[in-house]
């Protein structure tokens, strides 16, 4: 999950497929679901990744975010356990079509493993050619949308003595903030360990302002920290690089 456009809501993006003895699902071009408005109504925004790297080659088998080149936008990266030759055999979706936005890449959808022989119970091998995996990263190009990033920092370790005791994790994992622009709406954000299968997403927070050009009131904002006393736990003196 991540706010790749900067508008302030949480889109979905999403590699890879099912691997089973049987097949290979290969119908995952990169998908990136674009949140509608913060309504849980999401479209496939299928011009983000166009022109971008051939994910329907790839076995996605790990998926992290972040903002790598310290543009304020999130970025992707993605690593396959194996590739396809390109024009590898493929079959249609065993539900193709359905009348969804995705139908055009059901049509290419199982790469078939291994057949089954005259006797049901034994299947033949086929043993296709696999590619050693890749590493895949993709810039996001941006646009006009605002947006601030900070990281969260743990006492543990930091504080120990006779006043306090550092209890919050220096990850500050299980952390959730509540940022809230001075005149757009509220969003929450998690600091999330484990946050992608067999992946990290970065731990900064980004948080997407749109047009709005003005960080919360009195530049602070409440968080909840795992182990801290909520009373206590504000971000104060904000400051977002691009406004």
């Not at 679901?33 to 496939?44: E, K, T, V, Y």
């Not at 993605?78 to 139908?103: A, C, K, N, W």
């Not at 990850?171 to 940022?179: K, L, T």
């Not at 622009?181 to 999330?192: Q, W, Y």
Request: proline share 8%; aromatic share 10%.
């Amino acid at each position: 999950m991540a706010d790749y456009d900067n508008d302030g809501d949480t889109d979905i993006v999403y590699h890879g497929g099912w691997e089973y003895p049987l097949f290979w699902d290969e119908s995952n071009p990169g998908v990136i679901l674009n949140n509608q408005g913060c309504s849980a109504s999401f479209i496939w925004d299928n011009a983000a990744l166009a022109g971008s790297t051939n994910h329907l080659d790839r076995n996605v088998e790990g998926l992290a975010t972040g903002d790598f080149n310290e543009d304020g936008f999130v970025d992707v990266v993605t690593v396959s356990s194996f590739d396809l030759p390109p024009g590898t055999l493929r079959i249609p979706e065993f539900s193709y079509p359905m009348g969804s936005p995705f139908d055009p890449v059901g049509a290419v959808g199982f790469v078939p493993a291994s057949v089954p022989t005259a006797d049901p119970n034994i299947f033949f091998w086929l043993d296709l050619t696999r590619l050693p995996g890749t590493l895949s990263v993709e810039i996001n190009s941006g646009n006009a949308n605002h947006w601030a990033a900070f990281d969260l920092m743990g006492t543990v370790g930091l504080v120990d003595n006779q006043v306090s005791a550092g209890r919050v994790n220096r990850d500050a994992i299980g952390a959730i903030v509540r940022f809230t622009p001075a005149s757009g709406p509220s969003s929450l954000i998690p600091v999330l360990g484990g946050s992608s299968y067999a992946s990290q997403n970065s731990l900064t927070v980004q948080a997407g302002l749109g047009a709005v050009t003005s960080l919360p009131r009195k530049r602070s904002c409440p968080l909840r920290l795992p182990g801290a006393d909520p009373r206590l736990s504000r971000l104060r003196n904000l400051a977002a690089p691009d406004i």
